[in-house]
């Protein structure tokens, strides 16, 4: 597909879908969808959180870790096939064995040419009911900057992975450190037995979370999430329906692409780096943060 | 109105209101409004921005000075009144003259026995055509904390102001200092020459980066903005159409209460302090901040 693009203006897509049972099938299905994303113009592939596999962390098993690879291991060989045959930059998300006994949840941000452009180590690490991150994710350590963009051929991308996207401090500080759009693959779904009410409250949460970020950094957000149920093997009768809903919104928040709450989605739309630089200039936020009060945000909590 | 509460529930409300003309019928239309609601049960009363006034900030002009008066001057005075006699908590917000040259853009909170329970200076200060406040306003000096909860027979309220909204930052460090609730008397509208995509997208960015520290931070959000048109004085051919739209959150960003754009609205709905405590115990973001990576937020921008 022929799209009209100006300065600063690239096609971004993402691939949402269900785990298709083991790593071969799943990186088949992927490097389809981003070929068909690439005939559609798509210059930017946004792949979910863990996407090779199942999401494991539902339980605690030591078996998992031999799910785990190195950072240039077989996704990335698999991948840079397809970014280089298909000329996309492409957002993966690996489970990363580091060394003995330290193993990361780890996004690749893969060039056109198959090169590795970079990589982020997840910094913020969940545990509660059905995701025990804590048990098989060491949390990133420090880069400097401590959230760094990974620079690329499209532009300095700002990748964040799931659990960080609650948390403004990671957004802004990647807006600091020059991120011209901020990327999510993610893993998050409803625990079936919650009320109706409280799941649509947990989406819009996870929705306008990221909305706000966008917003308060003037930066475009793409965010990818698996869907499907997917049951608990050490309780197959409770599990997780990851909710889908993937999206990518402009700098204002406006949504330019949404995905449903359950169906596989490979789809791509254009967006424009232009608007966060006008955006900049008529409300500066930048222009007016306190750095002078803000030293307690590197506190726990402000209680004595 | 009666209403049962259960611990830690409370009913607030807002007053929006276009700018009655002087500071006489705008104190008299806001003290028969606080009235209106203490008795629809009302506990808690948040006003607008600046609302004794019109929003003089269309220009620079050195003659608006003569609005300012002291902390405790005439507003306060008037409406210790109403609080005393309506037994309630009120936001309000003044034009504070502090010394010679020295004036800010101060919110007060009056408590139920009609004392001041404390005040809050405006900390970002907003400059750009139309909203030319840095004339007016000196931003607000360092408390310890820098953002600094005021404690209330009804808990402890975070208090902003307007420009303050868009900074995760200021909602994050009050909300780490014990804030309960996060309050916003805001002046904000639309330029009517800009169309109306765009308008809406403004709209949409100022609801939703409040709804995303809400959520952020798991605090219910009471945000009372002005209505009606004003003109600029230097240029009464342009000005402002303020957008209303005060609305009241909980702490998932599930909206409570939602005034129109356009009207003058008196509303006020239940709030539960409790819903915040569950929550941060299943989705414990504060548990998982890095604050060993979050130093660079008090640089300007990580470019060296």
Same mark, same amino acid.
């Given at each position: 597909m022929e799209h009209n693009l100006t300065d600063k203006q690239l096609i971004a897509g993402f691939v949402q879908h269900t785990d298709q049972g083991n790593e071969e099938r799943n990186l088949s299905y992927i490097s389809a969808e981003i070929k068909r994303l690439a005939e559609s113009g798509s210059q930017l592939v946004v792949l979910q959180e863990l996407?090779? $596999? !199942?999401?494991?962390?539902q339980q605690e098993d $030591?078996?998992?870790?031999?799910k785990a690879e190195a950072l240039c291991g077989p996704t990335f060989q698999h991948l840079s096939k397809s970014a280089k045959g298909c000329n996309v930059v492409i957002v993966a998300s690996i489970f990363e064995k580091r060394a003995e006994g330290i193993y990361h949840n780890t996004a690749l941000v893969i060039e056109k040419d198959g090169s590795l452009a970079g990589f982020y180590r997840k910094m913020h690490i969940p545990d509660d009911p059905g995701f025990y991150e804590k048990f098989y994710f060491t949390p990133g350590d420090h880069t400097t900057p401590a959230f760094s963009p990974i620079s690329t051929s499209l532009g300095k991308l700002g990748v964040l992975i799931c659990w960080d996207q609650w948390y403004p401090e990671a957004a802004r500080l990647m807006a600091l450190a020059g991120a011209e759009i901020l990327i999510y693959p993610t893993a998050i779904g409803w !625990?079936?037995? !919650?009320e109706k009410d409280e799941q649509l409250r947990q989406l819009n949460a996870w929705r306008q979370v990221q909305i706000g970020h966008a917003i308060a950094n003037h930066l475009p957000i793409i965010s990818c999430n698996r869907t499907g149920f997917e049951a608990d093997p050490g309780n197959p009768e409770s599990g997780i329906q990851f909710w889908g809903s993937s999206f990518i919104c402009g700098p204002q928040g406006e949504i330019l692409l949404q995905a449903n709450d359950q169906d596989m989605a490979s789809q791509c739309c254009k967006i424009s780096l232009r608007r966060s630089t006008e955006l900049r200039k008529i409300w500066p936020f930048f222009r007016d943060r306190r750095i002078d009060a803000y030293n307690d945000l590197t506190r726990r909590y402000i209680d004595n």
């Amino acid at each position: 597909m022929e799209h009209n693009l100006t300065d600063k203006q690239l096609i971004a897509g993402f691939v949402q879908h269900t785990d298709q049972g083991n790593e071969e099938r799943n990186l088949s299905y992927i490097s389809a969808e981003i070929k068909r994303l690439a005939e559609s113009g798509s210059q930017l592939v946004v792949l979910q959180e863990l996407h090779n $596999t !199942d999401y494991f962390c539902q339980q605690e098993d $030591t078996r998992h870790f031999e799910k785990a690879e190195a950072l240039c291991g077989p996704t990335f060989q698999h991948l840079s096939k397809s970014a280089k045959g298909c000329n996309v930059v492409i957002v993966a998300s690996i489970f990363e064995k580091r060394a003995e006994g330290i193993y990361h949840n780890t996004a690749l941000v893969i060039e056109k040419d198959g090169s590795l452009a970079g990589f982020y180590r997840k910094m913020h690490i969940p545990d509660d009911p059905g995701f025990y991150e804590k048990f098989y994710f060491t949390p990133g350590d420090h880069t400097t900057p401590a959230f760094s963009p990974i620079s690329t051929s499209l532009g300095k991308l700002g990748v964040l992975i799931c659990w960080d996207q609650w948390y403004p401090e990671a957004a802004r500080l990647m807006a600091l450190a020059g991120a011209e759009i901020l990327i999510y693959p993610t893993a998050i779904g409803w !625990d079936p037995a !919650d009320e109706k009410d409280e799941q649509l409250r947990q989406l819009n949460a996870w929705r306008q979370v990221q909305i706000g970020h966008a917003i308060a950094n003037h930066l475009p957000i793409i965010s990818c999430n698996r869907t499907g149920f997917e049951a608990d093997p050490g309780n197959p009768e409770s599990g997780i329906q990851f909710w889908g809903s993937s999206f990518i919104c402009g700098p204002q928040g406006e949504i330019l692409l949404q995905a449903n709450d359950q169906d596989m989605a490979s789809q791509c739309c254009k967006i424009s780096l232009r608007r966060s630089t006008e955006l900049r200039k008529i409300w500066p936020f930048f222009r007016d943060r306190r750095i002078d009060a803000y030293n307690d945000l590197t506190r726990r909590y402000i209680d004595n």
